[in-house]
């Protein structure tokens, strides 16, 4: 079955900083979302990848996917404390032709003012 | 409705109770997956709806849950004989359509404590 392994499990940083996270995949992805999670709340969908090579940004937030890799990064530049939470990536790997997602442990942020 | 709404909120309930936990997703999505989340296991796939059909009930843990949709709409989970282990948040997603690649939103979710 597919499985996805965030790293870091966890991230401290000062504000201002940037930072990476990676979600590698054990098998094919066919897409990849990003979640952001805060505690007791829902997720709020980020961004979705689907090609290899595909880059895409939102305000000060980035996403690739590394298709041959099977890994996509998410990358925040000039961190702010409303960016601290859970971020969850979730990829589309069964092959089939709906979203069932398989989600990685998540990824915990936490921005020093 | 502007988002995918959940209800109730939070539940606890007594151990060998049912309970069930409603999810009203965006309007015109014809897609609706259930998940949940708990410490242990992450985040898991239960049921995905394609309209009122449940094409893909893999998730469900076991007998004891089980969940409808009517009218394309709302949807229902139901969990009989609740057990101390089915404490987690039921969180409930919809999507335009059931076709991959179409964007995932998710609800806040339903906080479920079994004591």
């Known amino acids: 079955s597919q499985e996805l392994e965030q790293s870091p499990q966890s991230l401290i940083v000062q504000e201002g900083k940037n930072l990476t996270i990676n979600c590698t995949s054990s098998?094919?992805?066919?897409?990849l979302y990003w979640y952001k999670q805060k505690y007791g709340e829902g997720l709020i969908f980020l961004m979705m990848?689907?090609?290899?090579?595909e880059e895409k940004s939102h305000e000060k937030i980035t996403a690739k996917l590394d298709e041959k890799k099977q890994q996509s990064s998410l990358h925040i530049t000039a961190s702010q404390p409303s960016h601290a939470g859970i971020y969850l990536c979730?990829?589309?790997?069964?092959?089939?032709?709906?979203?069932?997602?398989?989600f990685g442990q998540g990824t915990i942020l936490t921005v020093h003012p | 409705g502007a988002g995918v709404s959940q209800s109730p909120s939070n539940k606890v309930t007594e151990k060998g109770k049912d309970v069930e936990l409603r999810c009203d997703p965006i309007?015109?999505?014809?897609?609706l997956y259930w998940y949940r989340q708990s410490l242990g296991q992450g985040l898991e796939f239960l049921i995905y709806?394609?309209?009122?059909?449940?094409?893909?009930k893999s998730g469900l843990p076991s007998d004891r849950f089980s969940a409808e949709r009517t009218g394309g709409s709302v949807s229902t989970l139901t969990i009989q004989r609740t057990q101390q282990e089915d404490s987690a948040v039921y969180l409930c997603?919809?999507?335009?359509?059931?076709?991959?690649?179409?964007?995932?939103?998710f609800g806040e979710g339903s906080w479920l404590t079994v004591v």
């Open positions: 990848l689907q090609k290899g090579g």
């Open positions: 979730g990829a589309d790997s069964s092959g089939t032709s709906y979203g069932k997602l398989t």
């Open positions: 709806f394609q309209g009122n059909s449940a094409p893909d």
């Open positions: 309007s015109g999505h014809t897609a």
């Open positions: 997603a919809s999507s335009l359509t059931g076709r991959s690649g179409n964007t995932i939103y």
């Open positions: 098998k094919t992805l066919y897409g």
